[in-house]
């Protein structure tokens, strides 16, 4: 029926067979890192063991077999993301590291090449994690655009016509999340971008909580621009993703200057290269490239639907059990689709819940998630945070729940 098989994808993740403070282990912090299956550890471990050179520079047996590594991780990825002929990948360190490398990108080189010029327009939503926020205020006050914030309603949603209203023919660029790490909110990402396209944007999605599940393939979204994270994708952690049209790719101005990113160099000037490796200067993370591929066919071999509905289901039941709490009130209850929740308790720090939970084996998120503003606009303060995978299970919410209720009673 579809269903996961969770014992045996338990077995596969050695990290969670491990008692906490004498309890099982619950991880339910997969929203900030996610774990690593033995698929993704042993492919790293034949790469460092086998194929471990750098590449692209030598003629040698080892450094060729790391370049064939890099580049058929590049091949697994871009499939994973539904990539067309149009699009071009790019490894980085992370979400944030590909995010600044498109805001800094769009404003660098100067001398009237650079996307963004005074005037411009800049908007982003008011969902986003800082990694999506900040670049934009520093791509704003170093370009002269001005940063347009789309506010979410008093739930937390975002909504397309709102959007409408903020576009004109100023807008040079439109970012959004694909997934609210804070919330769990799902905006209409589609839909906006589209809008935003045809009114001349480029296009951001940052996709880092939704690069694990079902999300459209990127040929069938009006995005210009992709970011994701490896670890949050059962992926090594320091690795990540931008995607993206590859004329949109090579409006970006580099920010790792140096070696393997240019054609030729003289003393006072260079030719840089041609994408991907015009953006990807320097030695890259080869092993966790290769990591992240094993990775994500992982998440193809288990099926990204039966993940959703397995998380979603899970969600389901922590949003019913934390509900039922005396005081505590859930952050974004309709977001039925998301692999997380958040919520807060009349009275009590998150930070004391979450102390309380991790001594008896539960490992929650407690703060403001690195998304302040949402926050602060929600009239909220910091959260606790729930995040599900694949290898989570119906007695570990039970756990959450009860050790929720625990804590609340300790604390009152
Ligand atoms: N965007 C979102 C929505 C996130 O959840 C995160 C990680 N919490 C980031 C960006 C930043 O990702 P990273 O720390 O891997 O660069």
């Known amino acids: ?134 670049p934009w205020q520093q791509a704003a006050q170093a370009s002269g655009a001005r940063l347009l914030v789309l506010r979410p309603d008093a739930a937390g949603r975002l909504h397309t016509a709102d959007l409408q209203r903020l576009l004109t023919e100023r807008t040079r660029v439109f970012a959004v999340t694909a997934g609210a790490n804070a919330t769990g909110e799902r905006p209409p990402y589609e839909e906006m971008l589209l809008l935003a396209t045809q009114a001349g944007a480029l296009t951001v999605l940052d996709a880092a909580q939704a690069a694990s599940h079902a999300v459209p393939k990127l040929s069938a979204l009006a995005c210009d621009f992709m970011a994701f994270s490896g670890h949050k994708m059962y992926g090594p952690m320091g690795t990540g993703v931008l995607a993206g049209r590859r004329a949109a790719l090579e409006r970006l101005h580099p920010l790792r200057l140096g070696g393997d990113m240019v054609e030729w160099v003289k003393y006072d000037s260079a030719c840089y290269a041609a994408l991907p490796a015009r953006l990807e200067g320097g030695t890259p993370n080869v092993g966790g490239a290769v990591g992240l591929a094993a990775a994500a066919q992982f998440i193809d071999q288990v099926g990204r639907a039966a993940i959703d509905a397995h998380v979603h289901a899970l969600r389901a039941q922590a949003v019913a059990g934390l509900a039922a709490i005396e005081g505590v009130t859930v952050l974004a209850p309709h977001a039925t689709d998301a692999a997380l929740l958040s919520f807060v308790a009349r009275d009590v720090h998150p930070h004391d819940i979450g102390t309380l939970l991790d001594e008896q084996g539960i490992a929650v998120r407690t703060g403001h998630h690195c998304a302040q503003p949402l926050i602060d606009h929600l009239g909220l303060g910091p959260t606790t945070r729930a995040s599900f995978a694949v290898y989570n299970t119906p007695e570990e919410v039970e756990r959450l729940v009860a050790g929720v209720a625990r804590a609340l009673e300790v604390l009152r």
């Open 1 to 134: 029926d579809g269903a996961l098989n969770v014992p045996a994808l338990r077995a596969q993740f050695p990290v969670l067979a491990q008692a906490v403070h004498g309890a099982p282990l619950a991880y339910l912090d997969n929203g900030a890192t996610t774990q690593m299956p033995l698929a993704v550890l042993e492919a790293m471990r034949v790469f460092e063991t086998r194929d471990r050179a750098n590449i692209h520079r030598g003629v040698h047996t080892l450094s060729q077999r790391a370049t064939d590594d890099f580049e058929a991780a590049r091949a697994v990825l871009k499939r994973f993301i539904g990539a067309g002929a149009e699009h071009e990948l790019v490894f980085t360190s992370g979400t944030t590291e590909s995010l600044n490398l498109v805001a800094q990108g769009l404003w660098l080189g100067g001398a009237g090449k650079a996307w963004l010029r005074a005037g411009d327009e800049i908007i982003v939503s008011g969902l986003e994690h800082h990694a999506n926020l900040i």
